[in-house]
């Protein structure tokens, strides 16, 4: 099928000017009769003038269009009358780009003198332009090339002025008749091939356009221009929804590379950080230097990298979702016969994701206190235990306590990101109740010199921007699965699936080697037996205390039984022993994941084995439950009771008593 002519000559126009201008009327290859003349005609009125004329003449053959407008410039200051001067001025300030300055100098040489040659290089002056013509500049600037063509009808130069002058102005019915004259005149030239090319392209000959291009290029045309014409040729003959399709696959292509590229990137990262682990450091502590540190920011860089990238994909992921609904509600059109339900499903799917993609980004996550904040007043041992084990670890030590329910130990900053960076924000230890019975106090230290290491080595600062997009990942795939568009068929729920999956595989990975080098703070702070004992009672806690809170809830929930002290609770039926053993062995002996956010358990007591730190001197009290350093050990376990009691009725609705 043939295309419009004026779509095709409006594509080419950039590449066929940019060759065919070397076979202009004022562009000859060499120094022909015509140049001996004018150069003759100046020699007699200034030979100095003439020698500049040369100089200039050769400047621009090089390319050197400076030194050539320079040196017309000069012959123009010592013969005025120079005509041939004033036009050459203004062929080389056109192709400097200078529009304006080139019209009105070749203006100039026409009024000074009417001829072939001044009309056509006005006709080009009018035409170099990237905008659009305005009609009457497309009218004037074909008016003077077919006055030049009138004037020498046999002149190659002409012709070729013309036919340049046809495709700026989209008359392909003028590019027809002047290139077909130019086979005549010119068969040996590569223009007089790219013209005809052109012509043939926009009647839809798409074998006598390649055919042409061929005789073009082996005429001198180079490969580069021929094979970016060629393709521009392609790209027109191509429908418009294909070639949309094919540049939508190509983009697509290379977002999905730059997944690729991240997922290998975590994956290297993660076996430098795995033979880090394995290092025996040469210094007590748990510093970062070295590689450490220089695998630790590559780390920063690919997270913020992966960060970035998430949102700079957000719009991408929007205009495919329209892109993806809008071309399935084309098909149904197409097809003639439009289910109203599906029609009704496609646009809830598009808003819904729309939707989500933007709730994704504008909602922002409630600072809720982690738990029930402890009066360090009140347990003046664990406020003593605190500031022992920062000071061991040389970092400030924490500024409030929360407890909760669980067994969890962890630290975190509050106050946002830019209340870290001026180092305003909250350190806070989130300490559960579960985990402290059967824990001793040295344990418990070298847990917390562990969470104490996190805030030495700056692991919880500045990690604003990863939280963020976690959070909106989540907003997200909420709201993908409540407006219904969580599906196979729905791009965005293969973006959102895919790059979390990307995401926590390089995010993970980092937090596994901040996970390591806290481990060494604790083994070098309290030896390494203690932190392995306090860390395998963390998991035995973990895992037993969720066997007992199971057991028991269900039993005063079925029978509907008052529940004061969940921690001092004997349900009837409590959880067989032997299963929790095995459960705590499976924890400790579970194979690692590139997506675990700690290394397994089984690896960090290995390495902290390997360390073989002693610690600091065993205290007096370092023997003691954990529960030691908190006052009113039954206070607090029905407090945490009472939490456990309300969260189960904002969840569930199921009030469970509580005896008084």
């Known amino acids: 099928m043939a295309m419009r002519p004026i779509v095709l000559t409006l594509l080419v126009l950039s590449l066929a000017l940019a060759w065919s201008s070397r076979a202009r009327a004022e562009d000859p290859p060499s120094l022909d009769a015509f140049d001996r003349t004018i150069t003759a005609e100046l020699v007699a009125k200034n030979p100095e003038a003439a020698t500049v004329f040369a100089a200039a003449n050769a400047a621009r053959e090089r390319g050197d269009l400076s030194a050539a407008a320079a040196g017309y410039t000069r012959v123009l200051a010592l013969v005025p009358e120079f005509v041939h001067a004033k036009r050459r001025l203004c062929s080389v300030e056109s192709r400097r780009g200078n529009r304006g300055r080139a019209i009105t100098l070749c203006r100039e040489a026409l009024a000074a003198k009417d001829s072939p040659e001044n009309h056509g290089a006005l006709a080009l002056a ?55 004259r130019l086979v005549q005149l010119a068969p040996n030239e590569s223009s007089t091939h790219i013209f005809v090319a052109i012509v043939a392209a926009s009647d839809g000959r798409k074998d006598d356009a390649r055919a042409a291009l061929g005789r073009a290029r082996l005429a001198g045309m180079p490969q580069a221009e021929h094979d970016r014409l060629l393709d521009r040729m392609e790209d027109a003959w191509t429908p418009p929804l294909v070639s949309m399709a094919y540049t939508g696959l190509k983009a697509l292509g290379g977002w999905l590379g730059g997944f690729a590229v991240l997922l290998v990137a975590g994956w290297f990262l993660s076996r430098a950080a795995l033979r880090s682990a394995e290092r025996v450091p040469s210094e007590p502590g748990g510093h970062v230097r070295g590689t450490d540190a220089k695998l630790r920011k590559t780390y920063r860089v690919v997270l913020w990298i992966c960060c970035a990238y998430y949102y700079a994909s957000l719009p991408i992921v929007a205009v495919a979702t329209l892109l993806f609904g809008g071309g399935a509600i084309v098909a149904l059109l197409a097809i003639g016969h439009v289910p109203i339900k599906l029609f009704a499903i496609i646009i809830v799917v598009a808003f819904a994701t729309i939707g989500a993609i933007v709730r994704s980004v504008v909602v922002r996550g409630k600072d809720v206190d982690p738990g029930v904040r402890l009066d360090l007043h009140e347990h003046p041992k664990l406020d003593a235990a605190l500031v022992e084990v920062a000071g061991r670890i040389g970092t400030r030590r924490v500024d409030n306590v929360y407890l909760t329910p669980g067994t969890e130990i962890a630290v975190t900053e509050r106050g946002g990101m830019f209340r870290q960076l001026r180092r305003k924000s909250e350190r806070a230890l989130i300490l559960g109740a579960g985990v402290l019975s059967g824990m001793t106090v040295r344990q418990l230290k070298a847990i917390l010199a562990h969470e104490y290491g996190h805030f030495h080595n700056e692991d919880t600062a500045g990690g604003g921007f990863s939280f963020a997009v976690r959070r909106s990942l989540m907003v997200m795939a909420i709201s993908l699965a409540r407006g219904g568009a969580a599906g196979w068929f729905n791009p965005a729920w293969w973006f959102v699936r895919g790059f979390y999956n990307v995401f926590l595989r390089i995010s993970h990975g980092a937090s596994r080697l901040q996970e390591v080098l806290a481990d060494r703070w604790a083994a070098f702070a309290y030896g390494s037996d203690s932190f392995e004992g306090g860390l395998r009672h963390v998991i035995a806690a973990s895992v037993a205390f969720s066997a007992h809170a199971d057991a028991t809830l269900e039993e005063v929930v079925n029978e509907k039984r008052a529940l004061t002290n969940l921690y001092a609770y004997a349900p009837a039926k409590a959880p067989d022993a032997e299963d929790v053993r095995k459960n705590i062995a499976k924890e400790i002996e579970a194979e690692p994941s590139p997506y675990d956010s700690h290394p397994a358990p089984r690896d960090r007591i290995a390495w902290v084995r390997k360390i073989a730190a002693e610690g600091a001197p065993v205290a007096a009290d370092d023997g003691d439950d954990a529960w030691s350093l908190l006052a009113d050990r039954a206070g607090l376990e029905r407090s945490m009771t009472k939490a456990v009691r309300d969260d189960i009725f904002d969840a569930h609705g199921v009030r469970i008593p509580c005896e008084t």
């Open 126 to 180: 009018l035409v170099t332009s990237k905008d659009d013509l305005p009609s009457n500049v497309r009218l004037e600037a074909m008016d003077h090339a077919k006055l030049a063509v009138a004037a020498k009808p046999d002149d190659m130069h002409t012709q070729g002025i013309l036919c340049e002058v046809a495709i700026a102005t989209g008359d392909v019915a003028t590019l027809r008749s002047c290139s077909a």
